[in-house]
Each structure stands twice: as C-alpha cells, then as structure tokens.
C-alpha cells in the first residue's frame, strides 16, 4: 500500500539555525498539506498545495517558515531562522482530487519531530 | 471560525470495558467527520469517515456517529484492549473547501 513518506524522522538544532522538512506524497495525489502540531494539540494546517500552486497559506508564519512544490510532486518546508516555540511535530499529507477540485480522504505521513534548542 | 473540542482530554479504563470519546464542533456545515488514531510520537492513523449525510460508520469495534444539527460525534470502541492504547483524534472537513480542523484529542489508556 503506498504510503506519504517523510524525512527526517526527527531533528534537533539550535534556535536562529536553519532547518528543511522533505515530504513525498501518495503517486497521482495532486493536494499536499503540511500541517504542524504541538504538543497535547491536534494538528493545525501551515499549507495546501493542489499541483505546484499554493491554496491556502493564511496560516504559514511568511516571515520565517517558507514551502515549496516546484514540480508538483514531493514538497519542502522550510524554517529559517527556527525559534524555540517552533519545536513540534511536521505532518504532511497528501489526496486525491477530483475535476470539481473537491479533494478525497487525507492520508499522513510519520511526521517529523523537531526540537528546537 | 470552526472550533472542534474533545471530551475528555484523558481517559483511563480497565481492559474489556466499553468506551465512548467524544467530540464537539461549532458550525454544523461540514463535508464529513474523521476519527484519526495517533501512537505517541507517530503519524495519524484514519479510522473511521462519516460523510455530513451518514449518521454513523462501523468497523470492527469502533462504532462513530455523527449528529450534524447538533454538532456532535461520539466515537464507541467496544471490549477495549491494551493495544487501545493511543490518542484519539476527531477532525471535520470544512464545507466549502479542503482544510480539516482537528481537535486535540483524547489520551486513551486501557489497563490491562
């Protein structure tokens, strides 16, 4: 069964330094989300892309978190410079989309867990 | 705003002992309901989707409802067992566009 693959696992740095998260969605899932969770929170949408383009951002902080899709395919987040609060789990998901842009179930990925020092 | 709470934030039972976890939201005009499961430090795990029109979904143990107009959806797991163990995440999809607002959760203990 095709899986929503992460990587890293885990990542520690310190605060000011940069850091990038890789994830590669289910094949033929043309919306990809990253989503980020505190600890003893639910998850909260950072972004969501349908192909290359971005759908909704509204709650990406712009002045230091950054995300790409450049091919339509696998995406990056990035955080730059990372801050303490910044420390929490990355989750990106990826669905089908059907002609009306409606999307299908969501299917996660293992996370990344950072720990910002 | 969308606001989706969950009732309790942690729960401890004996094995074998019926369960109900449950979940709130806000703003009745949803595309559907999700349960998700999460093991400490893992990704989610979907158990169960409800579509706005359902009333409820069975597999296995796990029974969820959903009523729309009041807002509310419980999550019944049957017989639990220590490999319950996780925490349990409900999340709806917002009616017009993608994007699921999750709860943050209920920590599911189960004694054995």
């Known amino acids: 069964e095709a899986e929503v693959a992460q990587s890293p696992r885990y990542k520690i740095t310190e605060k000011s330094q940069a850091v990038a998260f890789w994830c590669d969605p289910i094949?033929?899932?043309?919306?990809l989300y990253w989503y980020r969770q505190i600890l003893g929170q639910g998850p909260e949408l950072l972004v969501q892309?349908?192909?290359?383009?971005?759908?909704?951002d509204s709650q990406l902080p712009k002045d230091r978190f950054s995300a790409e899709r450049l091919k339509g395919v696998d995406s990056t987040l990035k955080i730059q410079p990372a801050e303490l609060g910044d420390s929490a789990m990355y989750l990106c998901?990826?669905?089908?989309?059907?002609?009306?842009?409606?999307?299908?179930?969501?299917?996660f990925g293992p996370g990344t867990r950072l720990t910002v020092l | 705003k969308q606001e989706v709470t969950q009732i309790p934030a942690a729960l401890s039972v004996p094995e074998g002992e019926n369960l109900v976890l449950n979940c709130s939201f806000t703003?009745?005009?949803?595309?559907?309901l999700q349960w998700f499961r999460q093991d400490p430090g893992k990704g989610l795990t979907s158990l169960l989707l409800?579509?706005?029109?359902?009333r409820e979904q069975t597999s296995g143990r796990l029974n969820a409802s959903l009523d729309k107009s009041s807002g509310r959806s419980t999550l019944y797991i049957a017989a639990s067992q220590p490999g319950d163990s996780a925490t349990y995440l409900c999340?709806?999809?917002?009616?017009?566009?993608?994007?699921?607002?999750f709860g943050a959760g209920t920590i599911l203990r189960v004694k054995s």
């Open positions: 998901a990826s669905s089908r989309t059907w002609a009306s842009g409606s999307t299908d179930t969501q299917y």
């Open positions: 094949s033929g899932h043309a919306t």
């Open positions: 892309f349908q192909d290359e383009s971005v759908v909704d």
């Open positions: 703003d009745s005009a949803i595309y559907n």
């Open positions: 409800i579509q706005s029109s359902q």
């Open positions: 999340a709806v999809r917002v009616e017009y566009g993608n994007k699921l607002v």
